[in-house]
């Protein structure tokens, strides 16, 4: 999908993000969280916000690593293959094949969806 | 199609992950297959981040997953030991178990008489009261 670019330069005054917008939200953290521990077990309040830390922080480093193969390849658009290659890269090889998985289904569904839209421009 | 799209459907909101992916400043445009690979990957690592945790919580016998559980889980996978070790918050301090030692003695108070200085003889003066 077309994406504006960021704005160069980086200045404090206008591209400062907020201190929310760093994190995803506790809530869906929290929730997912939940369902990998045991069914009496509980999350302390610090080791939860520590994990929304550390999962913005595995955001940043993954993107970081698609981003620098994007760019040797002379491209300016980060795409899927570029994040496959980075888990690999990375050491998070288990992700792969859930994340070729997931890319087909999520291809298939495009498909269906820009195909139906065909359909009824017809 | 609804369930179709069920199975697709991310867990965290997307526009939030393009905002942390877009905190730097060198990343300039992602395709939607990325952003949807990056917040699938990133349940991936935080189900991880869960079950690694709770397991040494298992293992010290606790129901509450804690700090000192998630960095022990942490720094047992090596890639993620890697980047991750070192932004985590700082192992709690043990409690400083102030003790009084011998030379912490506080000086006599003035115009007293060590009792010491009594019974040394002839070597050190007496002060007189």
């Known amino acids: ?122 | 199609m609804a369930e179709e799209e069920e199975t697709i459907r991310p867990e965290f909101p997307i526009t939030r992950v393009k905002k942390i992916m877009k905190v730097d400043k060198d990343i300039n445009k992602i395709n939607s297959e990325a952003l949807h690979l990056v917040t699938y990957s990133t349940e991936l690592f935080l189900r991880f981040l869960a079950e690694k945790s709770s397991v040494v919580a298992a293992e010290k016998k606790r129901k509450t997953v804690n700090l000192d559980h998630l960095r022990t889980a942490v720094k047992r996978h090596q890639p993620t030991r890697e980047f991750l070790l070192d932004s985590l918050p700082l192992p709690s301090a043990q409690p400083v178990r102030v003790t009084k030692t011998v030379s912490d003695k506080k000086p006599p108070p003035v115009g007293t008489r060590r009792i010491d200085a009594f019974f040394s003889k002839g070597k050190a003066k007496v002060d007189s009261p």
């Open chain 1, 1 to 122: 999908m077309a994406d504006t670019p960021s704005s160069p330069g980086g200045g404090e005054s206008g591209g400062s993000v907020r201190e929310q917008d760093r994190y995803l939200p506790i809530a869906n953290i929290s929730r997912i969280m939940k369902r990998a521990l045991p069914p009496n077990g509980k999350i302390g309040k610090d080791a939860k916000d520590t994990v929304q830390e550390c999962v913005s922080e595995f955001i940043s480093f993954v993107t970081s690593e698609a981003s620098d193969r994007c760019q040797k390849e002379k491209r300016k658009t980060v795409n899927g293959e570029d994040l496959l290659w980075a888990m690999t890269t990375l050491g998070f090889e288990d992700y792969l094949e859930p994340l070729k998985l997931y890319l087909a289904r999520y291809r298939e569904v495009s498909f269906v969806y820009s195909f139906s839209a065909f359909k009824l421009s017809c």
